[in-house]
T-cell receptor
Framework: AQTVTQSQPEMSVQEAETVTLSCTYD???????LFWYKQPPSRQMILVIR??????QNATENRFSVNFQKAAKSFSLKISDSQLGDTAMYFC???????????FGAGTRLTVKP | NAGVTQTPKFRVLKTGQSMTLLCAQD?????MYWYRQDPGMGLRLIHY???????AKGEVPDGYNVSRLKKQNFLLGLESAAPSQTSVYFC???????????????FGAGSRLTVL
């Protein structure tokens, strides 16, 4: 079974600075997808960024980027120019190709301080 | 532009009572999912459906039943609620699992269930 580990239960960062959230996963599959979801206090789950394992290029979405290290099974999220609205729980998730079972990590609670 | 709608948003039950959570999506998505979220454990898949009339077990199916009689609706039932089922429940949907990027899940806003 696939497992997803987020080793940082809580993190904080000053507004406008950069922060990196860690995620590692365990799988024997070669083809899969990785995701970062954001859950603000409203509880709504929002997709932040998505990475296909067959793509070597790291995904980027505006201030959000990932460092995908397939051999190390690592998938970290970098948030640049942090904003107060980035305060949320962040979940790393793994899904095998053509499979319905998306596995989530336990989450990292990020607080952006003014 | 409703997306995925869950009802009710909050519910308090007594041990042994039954209830049904309703998930409705207006995006014509084929796949629908029910997750539960517990502190320190992320989201775990309870049951899912790959189309109208089909259902399948996820990671933590015990104590729950589901039905997908209509494509747009996915119901999660608790026949005899237990305190261990106190959680926040999320419904999600996706068009399919292909390489077009359609395996991104769209989530509802969650339903907080407390079993006393």
């Amino acid at each position: 079974a696939q497992t997803v580990t987020q080793s940082q239960p809580e993190m904080s960062v000053q507004e406008a600075e950069t922060v990196t959230l860690s995620c590692t996963y365990d799988t024997s599959e070669n083809n899969y997808y990785l995701f970062w979801y954001k859950q603000p206090p409203s509880r709504q789950m929002i997709l932040v960024i998505r990475q296909e394992a067959y793509k070597q290029q790291n995904a980027t979405e505006n201030r959000f980027s990932v460092n995908f290290q397939k051999a190390a099974k690592s998938f970290s999220l970098k948030i640049s120019d942090s904003q107060l609205g980035d305060t949320a729980m962040y979940f790393c998730a793994f899904m095998r190709y053509n499979n319905n079972d998306m596995r989530f990590g336990a989450g990292t609670r990020l607080t952006v301080k003014p | 532009n409703a997306g995925v709608t869950q009802t009710p948003k909050f519910r308090v039950l007594k041990t042994g009572q039954s209830m049904t959570l309703l998930c409705a999506q207006d995006m014509n998505h084929e796949y629908m999912y029910w997750y539960r979220q517990d502190p320190g454990m992320g989201l775990r898949l309870i049951h899912y459906s790959v189309g109208e009339g089909t259902t399948a077990k996820g990671e933590v199916p015990d104590g729950y039943n589901v039905s997908r009689l209509k494509k747009q609706n996915f119901l999660l039932g608790l026949e005899s609620a237990a305190p261990s089922q106190t959680s926040v429940y999320f419904c999600a949907s996706t068009p399919d699992l292909g390489d077009s990027g359609a395996n991104v899940l769209t989530f509802g806003a969650g339903s907080r269930l407390t079993v006393l």
